[in-house]
RNA sequence: CCACCUGUGGUGAAAUGGAUAUCACAACGGUCUUCGGAACCGUUAUUCCAGGUUCGAGUCCUGGCGGGUGGACCA
């Protein structure tokens, strides 16, 4: 039984003891202020005017009466709140099990059973992977490790739009610039950038009025495949396309599965979906959930208080509404799931709304299982970073900066080049994942590359710093050992630690991981202010074991907050 | 025009309806013969406006004002 249940319980029983039946909640939190106590309930003010009595008098009753193994002390403070402070030993207990768990703990079997398919990151081939695709990633992933954490299994799945308008205007692009084949023999990078250049050439044109009938010409003929020097063209860039993410997604730290060592379990495109969702749409067509409406097969979101959808349009092409249904398919006939998460960016929130209420009667049992995040986009203070491939800033110039950044940052000092990527890869996932992931990040790319305050390579250099203490530890034949000295008074850090699996808990049911984030912050900071005031590591001090345990519980949940996080702990640096 | 999201120090953020609104950056001032200074300590400064619900509102409701995103053949 978890102590948040001893305390909870032994409230219920003090309640009952007074004869005092209620209805509400009692919700235990921790207080601001750690002086206030380890934990404080609202219950007595909650109740006070049911019962008809004076708020602080009934809290003083309930104070009285709850007792539990434990509790060291139960106060009533400001407007009836009721304050406990737990005993010394429970501190101890929770230092060993941290410890002993390693790098469990904190894990919890919320999701024991579940099968998850998460989907993110979503790039285009023929564009580039640009900092939203960074976001998705970075968010997608850690929100796919925190479901993992909490027991369910978790695939990985990554939709691509290798079909569609952008694709026909960058095969133009790369026409009217002559071709690809001067490019071919050199390195992905540069073939890559080329891509990216007759994309913007196309698209440039296209929104110009220009050309339009043929790009949309020769989209007809990609997606029917008739010609055999646009096939040739489309394969060599789609390939090179993909080869160049997984490049970006090995940069970027993103887990790599077992099998194939690919960054995602499954990788679903448009192009193999497009047809099963049209047919969907016409087999519904006739049911009379879609309608006809100018030439085209719409679902009438207006008779359900949303907007109308285009879901094929007026040429009997699928659009990208109605390649969702293909995929909710394709997707269950891969790994039959008992839940789906697309994790994409809010601008499309309003559009997965209709999405889902057509789902709804299309695949009913699967739209119950679909859930769409809603991530915030990000927005970039220009003119600080350099742009090389174009307006948009790619993920490859976003990480080499910051690479550039760490290494400028270490003065000197011999960095390998794994360790200059982990850094560089942690300020940038920080960055997004410290603040609630459903609003926009203004990314300041200097701040970001600061390294200072509350940053991911703050919390690496904390973890690197708790190694360094164990190892002197260790010469001068010190081990940690998860007993209090004699008179020991329980630090801030020991009230901090065992707060983990709450978090963890927290953070899994509002979908936030920023909750740790923060959480792993202040962690740190505590654990630095300790260390700024006490030699830990003292080999005359009888207390220099229990410190140690106590660094090493700190490495220890430190560890496992950065892994939820998708972000690197290394243990020098 | 309609819908959804959003408004917290100079800047960027946090706060299951709880106590004196927290943190970082910036600014200013300190600590240092390091246990690894990418550190630690201190000072200044904040809930858009008006009502309402509640014992209690940054948080919930209503109405303003400001910002963002969407609103039929792009995704």
């Not at 970027?252 to 049209?278: C, I, P």
């Not at 994409?344 to 299982?369: G, Q, R, W």
Request: some cysteine; glycine content about 8%.
């Amino acid at each position: 039984m978890t102590i948040v249940e001893t305390v909870t319980q032994a409230i219920e029983k003090t309640l009952s003891q007074l004869g005092i039946s209620h209805e509400t909640e009692i919700i235990l939190e921790h207080p601001r202020e750690l002086a206030h106590g380890d934990y404080a309930t609202n219950i007595a003010m909650a109740l006070a005017k049911t019962e008809g009595k004076n708020p602080r008098e009934l809290a003083e009753a309930i104070a009285k009466n709850i007792t539990t193994p434990d509790i060291a002390k139960v106060e009533v403070a400001g407007p009836g709140f009721i304050n406990i402070t737990l005993i010394p030993s429970f501190f101890e207990r929770e230092i060993i099990t941290i410890l002993k768990e390693s790098d469990r703990y904190g894990r919890n079997e919320i999701l024991q059973g579940e099968k998850i398919i998460t989907e993110f990151t979503d790039p285009n081939p023929f564009k580039l992977l640009h900092i939203g695709h960074v976001m998705s990633n970075t968010i997608g992933e850690s929100l796919s490790r925190l479901f993992e954490f909490s027991g369910a299994e978790v695939k990985w799945s990554n939709y691509q739009g290798d079909v569609g308008m952008h694709v026909a205007k960058a095969i133009w692009g790369i026409m009217d610039l002559g071709g690809y084949e001067p490019v071919l023999n050199q390195s992905l990078y540069e073939q890559v950038t080329f891509l990216g250049k007759a994309y913007a050439h196309g698209a440039t044109t296209y929104k110009d009025n220009m050309h339009v009938n043929d790009m949309q010409q020769l989209n007809k003929k990609i997606y029917e495949r008739t010609d055999d020097t646009i096939n040739a063209i489309y394969d060599w860039g789609r390939q090179v396309s993909l080869d160049y993410f997984e490049v970006q997604y090995k940069r970027l730290g993103t887990r790599h599965n077992t099998t194939d060592n690919k960054a995602f379990d499954y990788y679903f495109f448009e192009s193999q979906v497009g047809n099963l969702g049209k047919e969907k749409a016409i087999e519904n067509l006739n049911r009379g959930v879609f309608e006809e409406s100018e030439g085209a097969i719409i679902f009438p979101g207006e008779k359900h208080g949303l907007h109308n959808r285009v879901f094929v349009n007026s040429l009997g092409l699928p659009t990208y509404e109605s390649k969702e249904l293909g995929l909710a398919q394709v997707k269950y006939d891969t790994y039959p799931y008992t839940s789906s998460f697309i994790i994409t960016a809010n601008e499309i929130n309003e559009y997965f709304k209709v999405l889902l209420k057509a789902m709804s009667f299309v695949f009913p049992e699967l739209a119950e299982k679909t859930t769409h995040i809603g991530h915030g986009m990000m927005k970039l203070i220009t003119g600080k970073m350099s742009s090389r491939t174009g307006d948009v800033i790619s993920a490859e110039d976003l990480l080499g900066d910051l690479e550039t950044m760490a290494i400028e940052r270490a003065e000197g000092k011999e960095l390998s080049p794994e360790l200059v990527s982990q850094i560089a890869v942690a300020a940038v996932k920080f960055a997004i994942l410290k603040q609630d992931t459903s609003k926009d990040i203004i990314f300041d790319p200097e701040q970001s590359l600061s390294f200072e305050g509350d940053s991911g390579p703050y919390l690496q250099y904390t973890h690197a710093r708790c190694c360094s203490l164990l190892k002197k530890g260790g010469e001068l034949g010190i081990e940690a050992q998860a007993k209090q000295p004699d008179g020991w008074e329980v630090t801030e850090l020991e009230r901090y630690l065992y707060r983990f699996p709450e978090i963890v808990e927290i953070s899994l049911q509002t979908r936030a991981p920023h909750r740790i984030a923060n959480y792993l912050i202040e962690l740190a900071q505590t654990f630095n202010t300790w260390y700024g005031n006490t030699k830990l590591v003292d080999e005359g001090d009888l207390a220099t074991p229990y410190r140690l345990a106590l660094t090493h519980a700190t490495k220890n949940v430190i560890n496992n907050g950065l892994w939820v996080l998708g972000i690197e702990a290394p243990e020098s640096m």
